[in-house]
C-alpha cells in the first residue's frame, strides 16, 4: 500500500527533516509514527498527503509514484485519503452535519447519497444525535470524532492522523484509538504519528520511531524498541 524508498525532505536547502527514510506498510495496517517533536513525524504525513515533495527518493502509494503525479491528479490522489487532525479543523460557523458531508460536496455527491453517508459515518463514531448541533457546542473528544467522521466519510482506502489524541485525556484517548481499530479491522490502512508512548504500547500494533529525521525503529511493539 505504501512505500518509502530512501526518501529525504530537506528546508531551505540546509535544514535536512527528514533523511534516508526506507519502509513499507501492507494494505489493511494499522502502524504508529513516533518521535520526540520535530523528529519529522508531521513532514512524512505532509509527503504522504502530496502537499510536500521529497528532496530525494520514491514514495510509492498503492504502486504509483506519487512524485509523478500530475497537478490535475492531485486532488483526486487527496480524496483518497482520510485526514484526521490534533485540533480537529472544524468549522465553527456549520453545524455537525454540514461538516462530516463538506468532502462530499466538493466532490459533487447528490445531496440524497451524501445525507445518507453522512449519518453512517456519525453512527460509526456515536454522534448520530449530534447532527444538528454546532462544533462549539461539543466537548473536545466529541470534536474530535467528528474530525474522524469527516475523514471516513469518504470510505478512505489509506487514514492518516496526526496526533489525534494530542489534547484528549486518557480516557478519551483510549476511546479515540477503539475508533482507529474498528476502521481498521474493515480493512482501512491506518497510519497514526503520536507521541503518546505509554498509549501505543497498550494497543499492540507495529510502530516505525523517528529519532531527528531518521528512521532508529521499526518494531512490532514499544517495549521491543526499548
Do not use: W
Not at 494494505?27 to 513532514?43: D, I, N
Not at 484517548?173 to 507521541?195: K, P, V, Y
Not at 531518521?214 to 526499548?226: A, T, W
Request: aromatic share 6%; glycine share 8%.
Amino acid at each position: 500500500m505504501i512505500r518509502f524508498e530512501h526518501v529525504g525532505k530537506r528546508y531551505g536547502g540546509r535544514f535536512e527533516a527528514l533523511a534516508n527514510i526506507d519502509f513499507s506498510i501492507r494494505r489493511g495496517e494499522m502502524v504508529f509514527l513516533t518521535g520526540h517533536s520535530g523528529a519529522g513525524k508531521s513532514s512524512l504525513l505532509r509527503l504522504l498527503m502530496r502537499l510536500e515533495r521529497p528532496s530525494r527518493g520514491r514514495i510509492l502509494v498503492a504502486g504509483h509514484d506519487i512524485d509523478r503525479l500530475h497537478s490535475s491528479q492531485i486532488p483526486f490522489y487527496r480524496r483518497q485519503i482520510g485526514v484526521v487532525f490534533q485540533n480537529h479543523q472544524l468549522l465553527f460557523d456549520r453545524d455537525v452535519f454540514a461538516n462530516v458531508a463538506l468532502p462530499l460536496q466538493i466532490q459533487g455527491v447528490e445531496p440524497h447519497e451524501a445525507a445518507r453517508r453522512v449519518r453512517a459515518a456519525l453512527d460509526k463514531v456515536g454522534l448520530l444525535h449530534r447532527e444538528k448541533a454546532l462544533p462549539i457546542e461539543l466537548s473536545g473528544g466529541e470534536q474530535q470524532r467528528i474530525g474522524i467522521a469527516r475523514a471516513v466519510v469518504n470510505k478512505p482506502a489509506l487514514l492518516l492522523a496526526d496526533e489525534p489524541t494530542g489534547n484528549l485525556d486518557p480516557q478519551l484517548s483510549a476511546d479515540i484509538m477503539r475508533l482507529f481499530e474498528d476502521f481498521n479491522r474493515i480493512g482501512t490502512t491506518i497510519m497514526i504519528a503520536s507521541h503518546d508512548l505509554a498509549l501505543i504500547a497498550r494497543l499492540h500494533h507495529r510502530v516505525l520511531r523517528l529519532r531527528e529525521g531518521r528512521l532508529i525503529g521499526d518494531e512490532n511493539s514499544v517495549e521491543e524498541m526499548s
